[in-house]
Nanobody, 119 residues
Framework: QVQLVESGGGLVQPGESLRLSCAAS????????MGWYRQAPGKERELAAT???????NYADSVKGRFTISRDNAKNTVYLEMRSLKSEDTAVYYC?????????????WGQGTQVTVSS
């Protein structure tokens, strides 16, 4: 069982920045992929950004150019740097990792961290 702990959420004004962190209980270098997802009130959970084991990244169109996903293998942590935040970025942000166990892939989720963008 992989344990994930997110941090870094909070209340910011439009145009400001935040950095989310997701600390894993295992080495992130062993994961097939890691990602940040978000869920706004009354909406489905959606992908924000992902990073594969080889370092390839993918972003939702709505965050391209503003969000950057990265990982620090030494700290077993994946980050989401968010800039130029907008009110529509308000959501609970969840960290997810995908890990091989034998021949099967398993997903593990963190508990989420609230990001609120409001003036």
């Amino acid at each position: 069982q992989v344990q994930l702990v997110e941090s870094g959420g909070g209340l910011v004004q439009p145009g400001e920045s935040l950095r989310l962190s997701c600390a894993a209980s295992e080495s992130v270098s062993t994961f097939a992929a890691m990602g940040w997802y978000r869920q706004a009130p009354g909406k489905e959970r959606e992908l924000a950004a992902t990073i594969t084991g080889s370092g390839s990244t993918n972003y939702a169109d709505s965050v391209k150019g503003r969000f950057t996903i990265s990982r620090d293998n030494a700290k077993n942590t994946v980050y989401l740097e968010m800039r130029s935040l907008k009110s529509e970025d308000t959501a609970v942000y969840y960290c997810k990792v995908r890990r091989w166990r034998g021949l099967s892939l398993y997903d593990y989720w963190g508990q989420g961290t609230q990001v609120t963008v409001s003036s």
